[in-house]
């Protein structure tokens, strides 16, 4: 079958630079050798400098929304409160209902932040020990207030704080430890920019804490298992080894380009992309959340976006996303994240604006 790939500017997995790639091609090594743990000891202190946190940070060789289970299987003991406006809260809303999780949903529609005072009303009622928030909701472009919302639970000393960061971590600054995050958690395939298959996830000594109050009540990711492995630099299941040599790679990569000023690129290309879609469309969320590094743009124009994407890709060989959930149709979005520049998405919107008679 011949190449055929095009360049990706949809919210993941996105582009993969050739230098990572070809770290995971690195020759295998063994999970239980010497040259494993010293691997894993270089990946974690990157991780914790990434997050600004002193927390451990475990990999999880799965997608986020196992971690996100996960997450709910160990740091609930009474109730959890999860935000939810958008497709990837509402999944894992729905994911605490299956697993028989006691949880209930503060929900606002999908364009609308949540903010700290809806918190703040919900937690004062004292049923809950855990609030889940989706920082980037990735469905609908939204960046969620995080900060000044875990500056509200910090007012209950008992709620644990869990975190989806899924296309936030690596693209935008989170300050574990500073915040208060109890779990934070992101597969590699989005802001990280590698292939999809492993999740990172920091774990604070408060969420270890109710997770051995909790008792075991799964498997694979259950937190105290992972930490006994994690002390020695280890996991307890066989991880994927090749996306670890490659997330040393590309930790080596963000370092390089310094943390502030991947962030900056970050914030730069997300305005690019916002001025030009409030000059030829609207963005979907409310002004004053709208994302750093995916913009959901509403279709204004009544375009199809499906002939759109069908034409960006086989005329130019680029590939944006059409709207998800129930704002499918009615959006579209074009990520800015990861390992993409200024000049990647000035040419893509130079291509559309052609491909629209702009």
């Not at 009622?125 to 910090?154: C, H, M, R």
């Not at 034409?311 to 390992?339: C, N, P, W």
């Amino acid at each position: 079958m011949p190449n055929s790939h095009s360049k990706l500017f949809v919210p993941g997995p996105t582009e993969v630079r050739p230098e990572v790639l070809q770290a995971m091609a690195t020759p295998q090594i063994y999970h239980r050798a010497p040259e494993f743990s010293e691997l894993y000891g270089e990946v974690q202190p990157k991780l914790q400098k990434l997050l600004y946190t002193q927390n451990p940070v475990f990999l999880f060789t799965s997608s986020s929304t196992g971690v996100m289970e996960g997450s709910i299987l160990n740091c609930v003991k009474k109730k959890v409160l999860h935000t939810v406006n958008g497709a990837f809260s509402e999944r894992w809303y729905e994911i605490s209902k299956i697993c028989g999780v006691p949880c209930e949903a503060l929900t606002t529609p999908w364009n609308v932040a949540i903010k700290p005072e809806m918190v703040e009303e919900k937690l004062a009622s004292g049923e809950f020990d855990a609030v889940a928030v989706t920082y980037n909701e990735t469905s609908t472009g939204l960046l969620n207030p995080l900060a000044e919302i875990a500056q509200v639970i910090k007012k209950f000393p008992n709620v644990l704080l869990l975190v989806d960061a899924v296309s936030a971590m690596g693209g935008v600054k989170i300050e574990v430890d500073k915040w208060g995050v109890d779990v934070c958690l992101a597969g590699v395939q989005k802001c990280f920019a590698l292939p999809p298959g492993l999740t990172v996830c920091s774990v604070s000594e408060r969420a270890l804490a109710r997770a051995k109050e909790v008792g075991p009540r799964t498997y694979y990711w259950n937190f105290q298992e992972m930490l006994k492995y994690h002390q020695r630099h280890q996991t307890p299941a066989t991880p994927s080894i090749p996306h670890m040599f490659a997330l040393n790679v590309q930790l080596d990569a963000m370092f390089e380009e310094g943390l502030d000023r991947r962030f900056a690129r970050h914030e730069e290309m997300a305005k690019i992309v916002q001025d030009w879609a409030l000059k030829h469309f609207a963005i979907y969320p409310e002004k004053g959340y709208w994302s750093k590094t995916v913009t959901c743009i509403s279709n204004t124009r009544s375009i199809s976006v499906d002939q759109l994407s069908d034409t960006l890709v086989k005329e130019h060989g680029v590939l944006i996303s059409e709207g998800y959930g129930q704002i499918k149709g009615k959006t579209f979005r074009i990520a800015h994240m990861g390992d993409l520049t200024v000049p990647d998405i000035r040419g893509l919107l130079g291509t559309i604006n052609a491909t629209l008679g702009l």
